[in-house]
Each structure stands twice: as C-alpha cells, then as structure tokens.
C-alpha cells in the first residue's frame, strides 16, 4: 500500500475497461500515457498540486496488451515533477516497446540528458497548465529546448485554448519538433471554425514543426461518454488537415478526472470515430508515432 494517499475527490482509473471493437492496425503505439509510482518505490514530488493513484508499469503493459496497443510512449507528469526515476524505470523494463518525455530543469547536466537518452527519452514537457503546475519563466524553457536540440528531441507543450495568444511567439521560436498536448485544450462549445480554433489550426498550418495529439476526448467533451460526439469535430480537422503530424494516446491513468473515469476501451474505438479510414488510422497510430519516437 502507497504511503501516498489520493486525492480524495479525484477518480481511480477502470480496473476492466471494455474490449475495443475496433481492432488497432499491426503496430498501433498509445502515445500519451503515463505511470505513477507506485508512490512507497517512486515518490511522488513534495511540490505536486494532485496526488494520484498508483499506476505501475506493470498495470499498463497489461492495459496495452488488453487493447491491442504494441508500443507505448510515457509522458512524464506534474505529480513526478523532474524526478523520472518512474518513467525511466518503465522504459528500461519495456523491452523497447516504449519510449519516453521527461521533465527536466534548468540545471539538467549534460551527462544526466544523454542516460535519459540512451533510457528511450525522446522529449521534454513543458506544462503552462497554471492549476497543475507553477508556471517557468520562458528564457529558461528557451535554454532547455535549446540543449535538448541536438539530440533529436522534441518539446511537448500542454497548454488551455485560451492561453494561445499569448503564448503563441515563443512557442513558434522553439528550435525543435514541437508536440501539442490534446489539441491545445479547445473549447468543444465554442464552433470549430471559431476563432479560437482557427488560431490553432493556423499555428499547425503555418508552422510544420508542429504536430498535435488528438487525444483526452473525456478532458474536453460537454456531452460526455460513450462517444464524445461534440470532440469529434476538432480532432477529425486536426486528422484530415494534417494526417502526417498528428498522434493519438489513452492518457491512462487519467489523472485529475473529477466527472467519470473513461473506459479505455471505448476510447480506442473513439481512434476509429476521428480517423474514419484505414489509410489515416495507420497514419495516427503507427506511422507517425513511429517516425517521431523510434526513427533511432
């Protein structure tokens, strides 16, 4: 039993989701998930603003296999902090079936960047999620993405809709492959052709650096499961607009979510729902996380 209690209004993660209906293509990669702890092994950082339950390696090679999934990649979050020793530990026990986007400081040592590396790190997060993390002055974000440049890596950026304006100029001036968290967050109540949308659409659109995850449905929909109808839309642009630069993850364990606890397996069919051909459903789950996470 963890020594780390979750929070108590916060959900559990779905200990027997569904059996997908749609059956994944050979290859199909979750590319947003994550692991915690188990907090009495990986401690959780004393500075977290969420404590989450446990969810071990263990838990989600067993969710990917149940899914259909072959490869994973495990993004760091907040509830770690720049500690990785749970993402790192996840990685060296996968086989190579998984890689890796950390979160590091300002003072990451050169040494410490390559045993990430060599561990399947492929990136870093930057979160500008100001209720999950406090916020990190950009010149040292700026200084980050500038050393992890030459090692091929890419940054993840995790941001609200609304918060685009402002961020927008630094986020164009990132020197790497810039990875978009869940479409940016947008407002599904708002029209898709909003501006607000457009604004995202135009910063994909204008700069081919940047690709987008299509992922969390149950973060963003007003309508709710089974099928995020209201999703849809958003993530089906992103898919047909730009099917070269778009990913697609579970986000398991699904942490923060206060409403309900999605079914993992519905949400593969919800991969069907947004990449409506088998030519853009390859695209979304094996090529494009391919060519960005295991090109080495």
Known sequence: MSKFQMDANWLC????????????????????????????????????????????????????????FE????VQ?????ADNRALV???????GR?????TVKADVSDVELQELDAAGVRGVRFNFVKRLVDTTP??????IAKRIAPL???????????????????????????????MGRPDVGKPVDGPEFSLFVQL????????????????????????????????????????????FGTDWPHPNMKSHMPDDGLLVDYAARIATTPELQRKLLVENPERLYWAR
């Open 138 to 143: 950009p010149d040292v974000l700026m200084s």
């Open 204 to 247: 994909m659109r204008e700069h081919e650096n940047f690709w987008s995850k299509v992922s969390c449905p149950e973060r963003l929909s007003k309508v709710g499961p089974p099928f995020y109808e209201d999703v849809v839309p958003f993530a089906r642009k992103l898919v047909e607009t730009f099917p070269d630069r778009v990913l």
């Open 13 to 68: 993660w779905q200990a027997n989701p569904s059996k997908p209906t749609f059956k994944l293509p050979p290859g199909a990669v979750d590319a947003h998930c994550h692991v915690f702890g188990p907090g009495d092994v990986f401690p959780f950082a004393p500075e977290r603003k969420y404590t989450p339950c446990d969810a071990s390696k263990e838990q989600l090679w067993a969710l990917r296999d149940f899914l259909g």
């Open 71 to 74: 490869r994973n990649v495990i």
């Open 152 to 182: 091929g890596w890419h940054v993840v950026i995790y941001f609200e809709a609304q918060d685009l304006p402002e961020l927008y100029d630094f986020f164009t001036a990132l020197p790497t492959t810039v990875v978009v968290d869940h």
């Open 89 to 95: 530990d996840a990685l060296r026990h996968s086989n």
């Open 98 to 102: 998984a890689r890796g986007v950390a």
């Open 77 to 81: 979050a907040t509830c770690h902090g």
